[in-house]
């Protein structure tokens, strides 16, 4: 149970594309999900908090414009990172709250497998 | 205000024992254990709520401390699966975590 998936798992694109990241979960509905951001041998960092049916909320110092998240359902949200310069080039995690019985019934996140960026 | 893990890294061979540490300034409102091996996505372990309270996972197990401002994550007779980076995530009431730098662990033969 709690079952969450990403796709694409990777993408390369040119410098000035847009590219859009999906992340479901599979086995359960939820409310709450949050997109990370990572890079080689570094912590996991917070970008945004998806709600579904309202706007999301942006951690400090991470454009809205460019990183735009739409959580549609309660089973879906995607990340588009629009106009992208190599500098955004990253791994991409998403994750979505769930109470369990992975975690005795308490909420936490459930990781997506994660999405490779590469931009040219 | 992100949780400092400790230490950084260990290397252990199979079946000795290893404990991270995971503190704050200020009380935490849980503590969230996740294990990542590299290129994949971190993988739930456990979570503790209340002051005290201690937890298990296979051998794997946690503790929380009276205060909230201390957990640590116990790896016992470990085993080469137990390779990976643990992170500890400081959650919030509405769900959010702050996560710590991280401790890799690499379990050899």
């Known amino acids: 149970g709690a079952v969450v998936s990403q796709h694409p798992s990777r993408v390369i694109c040119k410098s000035g594309t847009s590219v859009k990241i999906e992340c479901r979960s599979l086995d359960f509905q939820a409310t709450t999900m949050f997109w990370y951001r990572q890079f080689p041998k570094q912590s996991l960092m917070l970008m945004a908090t998806s709600n579904e049916g309202s706007k999301a909320t942006y951690e400090q110092g991470v454009e809205k414009d460019k990183f735009l998240i739409n959580h549609a359902s309660l089973t879906l949200s995607t990340l588009t990172v629009t106009s992208a310069h190599p500098e955004d080039s990253s791994f991409y995690i998403c994750s979505a709250q769930f109470s369990s019985s992975l975690a005795g019934g308490r909420e936490t996140q459930y990781f997506g497998p994660g999405t490779r960026l590469l931009v040219l | 205000q992100q949780p400092v893990q400790s230490p950084q890294a260990v290397i252990l061979r199979e079946g000795e024992d290893a404990v991270i540490n995971c503190s704050s300034s200020k009380a935490l409102y849980s503590v969230h254990w996740y294990r990542q091996k590299h290129g994949e996505a971190p993988v739930f372990l456990m979570i503790l709520l209340k002051g005290g309270e201690q937890k298990g996972h296979e051998k794997i197990s946690a503790s929380f401390n009276e205060k909230k401002q201390q957990s640590s994550l116990y790896l016992t007779a470990s085993q080469l699966s137990y390779s990976g980076t643990y992170f500890c995530?400081?959650?919030?009431?509405?769900?959010?975590?702050?996560f710590g730098a991280g401790t890799q662990v690499v379990v050899t033969p």
């Open positions: 995530g400081d959650g919030e009431s509405w769900g959010k975590l702050q």
